[in-house]
């Protein structure tokens, strides 16, 4: 398989440097953590005077990199990365980077993976700020050698405050011996709901993008799908399948194609009807991510099915 004139580039031009680099996942969901090999000055303290200011740097100057390291030469599709960076006000500062050129202001298993990777790499090295203290957060895995390691990291979105349920024989920062990651916490940023919204869906376009599928909304016509735009650290366009009626879309595995198309498009008409932008921390736009929903009645219990953009849609 060979490479196309970008791609070529993008390897010569990292081809002299390393990366140091932990794969992880979350429940399925994959992140590959970055804990060394970027510029210099990315991991100077006095370079940035938060890490917002350093994801918009990253941004302008250093994609380069996100593409290099989710696209070759064994890239993955749905991975994301993580880039440990100082911090001023944490332990360490934390850059996200998905497909697409998204770069969320905050993502829950991507704080998790980091967690795992920096307790379980003995990575905590700034002793001053991480608390220890006998585990008594996780029932489940009752025990002598439970610890609660409980510190802070700095997303572009803000703090955020972290509890890491570990197993061991021997503390970390007493012995050689590495702490095993059991569970983690994390309190967020602040979310909030933004607005509720009629998404207008042209027959045209949805039609020939979902041709073949055999589930049809639109009847031959023009439809609107509602939704709502919510913040969590990424700005999400909720969609509750029951508006569909007796051509609900079920979230289930099988229905896993048509959903992302389907999702995909549901999302980039929200995000060109309805942009959204952060009220605090400037040039974050949004919708960036889909969710479908649906309630289960007997279970009394909802699924969700997230889509996230692999590439630019070209209607």
Same mark, same amino acid.
């Given at each position: ?84 960076? @100082? ?46 203290? @006998? ?181």
């Amino acid at each position: 398989m060979g490479f196309d004139a970008a791609a070529v580039k993008r390897l010569e031009r990292h081809a002299a440097r390393r990366y140091e680099c932990l794969d992880l996942h979350c429940e399925g969901m994959a992140a590959r953590v970055v804990v060394s090999g970027l510029p210099n000055y990315m991991y100077e303290l006095e370079r940035f005077t938060s890490v917002f200011e350093a994801r918009r740097h990253f941004i302008a100057e250093l994609d380069s990199v996100r593409e290099t390291l989710m696209k070759e030469p064994r890239g993955y599709h749905c991975t994301n990365l993580d880039f440990v960076v @100082p911090s001023r006000s944490a332990v360490h500062g934390l850059i996200i980077a998905e497909h697409n050129a998204v770069y969320p202001l905050m993502s829950g298993h991507n704080t998790i993976c980091t967690v795992t990777a920096l307790v379980e790499g003995g990575l905590l090295t700034n002793s001053n700020h991480i608390s220890l203290r @006998p585990g008594v957060s996780c029932t489940k895995h009752p025990g002598a050698n439970m610890f609660d390691v409980m510190f802070s990291l700095e997303t572009p979105g803000g703090i955020i405050e972290i509890l890491a349920v570990t197993n061991t024989d021997l503390c970390a920062f007493a012995a050689e011996t590495k702490l095993k990651c059991i569970s983690v916490q994390f309190r967020n940023v602040p979310a909030f709901f933004a607005q509720s919204v009629d998404i207008k869906c042209k027959q045209k376009y949805f039609d020939l993008g979902l041709a073949g599928d055999g589930l049809k909304f639109f009847s031959g016509k023009d439809a609107v799908v509602k939704a709502d735009i919510a913040f969590g650290g990424m700005f999400y366009c909720i969609v509750d399948v029951a508006q569909f009626g007796e051509n609900r879309l079920s979230i289930l595995p099988e229905n896993g194609a048509y959903i992302s198309r389907f999702g995909e498009m549901l999302k980039v008409a929200c995000r060109e009807q309805f942009p959204v932008e952060h009220p605090v921390l400037e040039g974050y736009p949004g919708p960036d991510i889909m969710v479908f929903t649906e309630f289960n009645q007997e279970s009394q219990q909802r699924r969700n099915a997230v889509v996230m953009s692999l590439c630019p849609l070209e209607w």
